[in-house]
């Protein structure tokens, strides 16, 4: 059973335009959210995060909306850049140190 | 700077051989973890660990062992490598108050 799960396989975006990542999640007891970003043949690198007591965390062209109720997050990109061009990981935790559960990704294709 | 450095990019065995994937990293994390990514799959974790000597099991372990005998590696061993297991595997690393850091991954054919 799922616990992450990002429904969408691929997304495709114009160049300057909002790209909208979505991920759901099951498991309540999860208190923190991680997008990871990847490319082709490399491992992925960390982008951004969010705790539980937020709904909001920005960092730059990134950020990530937290819907506690719904169990739902997102990750806006705005505005979207070729190099934005990947794998996006949804990963969810808990403060009981138990692994990270991921999603099984959103590929990004930003179009010039 | 963190950095989890894993011992090849890729990687070319025949069915039956024994591999050794090593992972180290440098930020003196207590968790480390190893992951297989494969298309529509996701990132699934094989083995993780909570420090020197100590493993656990995570969702398809068939097939693997891992071993850390110091803080700093932790080893996948494949005791018999199949065709299935052709993959991307992904070392990570985390202390308890850290971000999960990722390797460059090894990409494993057997053949």
């Known amino acids: 059973d799922q616990q992450v799960k990002q429904n969408s396989p691929s997304l495709s975006v114009q160049e300057g335009r909002i790209s909208i990542l979505n991920c759901d999640y099951t498991?309540?007891?999860?208190?923190?959210f991680l997008w990871y970003k990847k490319y082709p043949a490399e491992g992925p690198t960390f982008l951004i995060s969010i705790s539980s007591i937020k709904d909001k965390n920005e960092d730059g062209r990134f950020t990530v909306f937290l819907n506690k109720s719904a169990k739902h997050l997102s990750l806006h990109i705005v505005p979207s850049q070729p190099g934005d061009s990947a794998v996006y990981f949804c990963a969810a935790g808990n403060s009981g140190n138990t692994p990270l559960v991921f999603g099984k990704g959103t590929r990004l294709s930003v179009i010039a | 700077d963190v950095k989890v450095t894993q011992s090849s990019r890729y990687l070319v065995k025949r069915t039956g051989e024994k591999v050794f994937l090593e992972c180290v990293q440098d930020?003196?994390?207590?968790?480390m973890f190893w992951y297989r990514q494969d298309p529509g799959l996701g990132l699934r974790l094989i083995y993780f660990s909570y420090d020197v000597k100590m493993k656990e099991k995570g969702d398809i372990p068939e097939g693997y062992s891992v071993s850390r005998e110091k803080k700093e590696r932790f080893s996948l061993i494949l005791e018999s490598a199949s065709t299935n297991q052709t993959s991307m595997y992904l070392c990570?690393?985390?202390?308890?108050?850290?971000?999960?850091?990722f390797g460059p991954g090894t990409r494993l054919t057997v053949l």
């Open positions: 498991n309540s007891m999860f208190d923190y």
């Open positions: 990570a690393s985390t202390s308890l108050t850290d971000t999960q850091y």
């Open positions: 930020m003196d994390h207590e968790n």
